[in-house]
């Protein structure tokens, strides 16, 4: 579907013209009389998200003017693409100061719409770009994020851990790359058992899926990603208003395999590692309980003091398989660890935890040009003592409810034994925006692509 959000060419495309509030002056005093009368008498004011339909003589749509603000919202621009209702359109005015990749990016996050269970087809509205590697570059982009988009959003009874896997055996099979399953008592038997003890009570058996591409010869970069299928909290069970987005808890597996979509579609030069520990956290005799005792793939004994505390499980065995074929250039995780992170910085920002302070400044400035907001959070070890467990190595949360997002990267930061690491604990969703309603959303994703390709392309 990302490939119709752009085209090389149109006959009659509908110009749009991208002004910020600064150059508004300016923009109308150039316009045609029956343009400045028209803006006007609309008191036009650039804000963000100010949409003018200037109509030709016979009232047709001529012109859209669309307000930019001051362009700190870098998708801003959705609120326009997202009220389309198909049609071809070009950019006439663009501010030389506004990035144009990043005005790509948000024409395609306000055009998608999830339709999969919608009897009614969409019409996407599509933009014309004539530069090829502009238009190239615009689609990789697009098709990753959609894909990220269209996992979280997919109902759990249609992505469960199997059907991830036939998800990522499709990426696989259009990029050249190997994909490898460990599955149910599989598990055991080579050592992933947290991984087990979180999904073993599901029908669909939990899995480590494990997607290799590019030559073994280059930097190592290696992605982790957290692929809860559904969580009920187990036997410590969520209440409804809790449960009810919970087919998102796999939104960290998304991110993982959205950057590795980016990766491949770029052909970086790595050697990609993704690991995806999925598993539904699920309710039945042979569910994991309170008090059990874990011992994890490292050797390294856990207490569980609450089932819903999960996903750092699962990640742990993954994180350590990451780290055993030689020492990763970079290792990543994303996952939707804590609402203690949508605590401390809401819905829109995401918190990512590094101590390698050169890839945190990296980070930062790469969420800055591609306004993709992220912000770098503290392994703040006195912390680590929550973590106490008086009968195992530790136990998986803390004893209080203060400062869960840190507390939940130092567990994580147990099974790691290198300092190129960076944790994102992201929230995968979005509340109603842009004309679009709540869905899925990628959090820290063009950040940290950015990142990558620096590093390696």
């Avoid at 600064?22 to 036009?44: H, K, N, P």
């Amino acid at each position: 579907m990302s490939e119709s959000y752009f085209l090389a060419s149109h006959d009659a495309p509908t110009p749009v013209d991208l002004v910020l509030e600064s150059d508004v002056e300016a923009y109308v005093s150039a316009q045609s009389e029956y343009s400045r009368t028209f803006l006007t008498s609309e008191g036009f004011k650039g804000g963000a998200g100010e949409i003018i339909r200037l109509p030709d003589m016979t009232g047709k749509v001529s012109r859209i003017v669309f307000g930019l603000g001051a362009a700190k919202d870098g998708l801003a621009l959705a609120a326009l693409s997202s009220g389309l209702k198909g049609g071809a359109y070009r950019f006439d005015f663009v501010p030389e100061s506004v990035n144009k990749t990043t005005l790509y990016v948000a024409w395609a996050d306000g055009a998608y719409k999830f339709t999969r269970y919608k009897s009614r087809s969409h019409e996407l509205p599509q933009l014309v770009i004539p530069d090829e590697t502009e238009r190239e570059n615009a689609t990789r982009i697009a098709a990753s994020i959609e894909l990220l988009r269209d996992l979280v959003n997919t109902p759990a009874q249609d992505m469960s851990p199997s059907l991830l896997q036939a998800e990522m055996q499709e990426l696989a099979d259009a990029f050249g790359a190997k994909l490898s399953a460990i599955v149910g008592d599989e598990l055991l038997d080579q050592n992933y058992p947290m991984i087990h003890a979180v999904g073993r009570a599901a029908d669909d058996e939990p899995r480590l899926l494990h997607l290799s591409w590019g030559d073994e010869s280059r930097p190592k970069l290696a992605l982790v990603g957290k692929g809860i299928t559904f969580d009920t909290g187990g036997l410590d069970l969520k209440t409804g208003g809790y449960m009810r987005l919970m087919k998102k808890d796999m939104g960290g597996s998304a991110h993982a395999i959205a950057l590795a979509r980016l990766v491949m579609a770029h052909n970086l030069p790595v050697h990609l590692n993704l690991y995806i520990p999925a598993a539904e956290n699920a309710i039945g005799a042979g569910a994991f309980r309170p008090g059990d005792v874990l011992t994890s793939r490292k050797g390294l004994t856990v207490e569980i003091d609450n089932t819903d505390a999960e996903g750092r499980l699962v990640l742990a065995d993954a994180l350590t398989r990451a780290q055993e074929e030689g020492e990763p250039d970079l290792l990543i995780d994303f996952a939707t660890l804590t609402g203690a992170a949508r605590v401390a910085l809401g819905p829109e920002l995401a918190p990512f935890y590094t101590d390698d302070e050169a890839l945190a400044l990296a980070i930062e400035k790469a969420a800055k040009a591609a306004q993709d907001p992220a912000w770098h959070m503290p392994l703040y070890m006195p912390y680590e003592s929550m973590l106490k467990s008086s009968i195992a190595d530790f136990q998986n949360s803390a004893s209080g409810p203060m400062g869960g997002s840190i507390t939940a990267g130092l567990f994580l930061k147990k099974f790691v034994e290198m300092e190129s690491w960076v944790h994102w604990d992201v929230w995968a969703w979005r509340n109603a925006k842009y004309g679009n309603p709540e869905g899925a959303a990628a959090c820290g994703l063009r950040a940290m692509f950015e990142v990558v390709k620096n590093r390696y392309g």
